[in-house]
């Protein structure tokens, strides 16, 4: 009930009209007290899960109090490179063969090299284990993978979030609705398509392109938190 009313009130967003119900508080979350139809910030956050195009939204939700478990929640994934993994459903994720490890700065970081995903690890100075210790580290981390990958399949299947994907490169609508038909190959999935602003599009707002898609609009990566 409640997913169906977040994609109502980004459909009333996109079209300036109130949303036709107010959900239910699911267990443990509270409804906020302000206008009709509000919902507590932290169960709007876990209505939508991150697919890229880097971390921001991931950041966005642990700004909000929510750390919900997604694959790509704190990963970078290009337009072409998720496509290709979602055709492939994630098919090369968590295997010992495609699966690198690599530094940056120094935290040890994960990337898929038939997808060219990359992913953070948050944990830095691997090198400085043992090696008994670092082998146990890569396979802790392929297992990680694995686990996130079937929990994301599993949730496209049933259709339980509102996917969002937000990039500082502006995509037109038809890059948009390959995205989207990418997702709904897997169940009547809903995207969020976050872009550039514009003149035409100021920051903030949202439109609808068709039933499910949306595309909203934001000033730039480093400002997603504005």
Excluded at 71 to 88: H, N, T
Aim: charged share 25%; aromatic share 10%.
């Amino acid at each position: 009930e409640r997913l169906r009313w977040v994609e109502e009130r980004l459909a009333a967003t996109a079209g300036g009209a109130a949303p036709k119900t107010r959900p239910a508080a699911g267990r443990g979350e509270a409804v906020a007290g302000g206008a009709a139809g509000d919902i507590s910030p932290s169960a709007l956050m876990l209505a939508f899960e991150s697919l890229g195009e880097r971390c921001d939204f991931g950041a966005v939700q642990r700004h909000f109090g929510v750390e919900p478990l997604g694959l790509l929640r704190f990963a970078w994934s290009r337009f072409d490179s998720l496509i290709a993994a979602l055709e492939d459903r994630f098919d090369a994720v968590g295997s010992v063969e495609d699966t690198a490890f690599e530094l940056f700065g120094d935290e040890t970081i994960l990337r898929m090299k038939k997808y060219d995903v990359i992913f953070h690890t948050f944990v830095e100075r691997v090198a400085e284990l043992t090696p008994e210790r670092q082998e146990a580290f890569r396979q802790q981390q392929r297992r990680r993978l694995l686990f996130l990958k079937d929990k994301l399949i599993t949730d496209l299947e049933e259709a339980q979030k509102i996917y969002v994907y937000a990039t500082s490169e502006f995509a037109s609508d038809a890059q948009v609705a390959r995205l989207s038909a990418a997702l709904r190959a897997y169940g009547p999935n809903s995207l969020l398509y976050v872009r550039p602003a514009s003149g035409a599009h100021p920051m903030g707002s949202v439109e609808r392109l068709e039933p499910g898609l949306y595309a909203g609009y934001f000033p730039g990566v480093n400002d997603f938190l504005v």
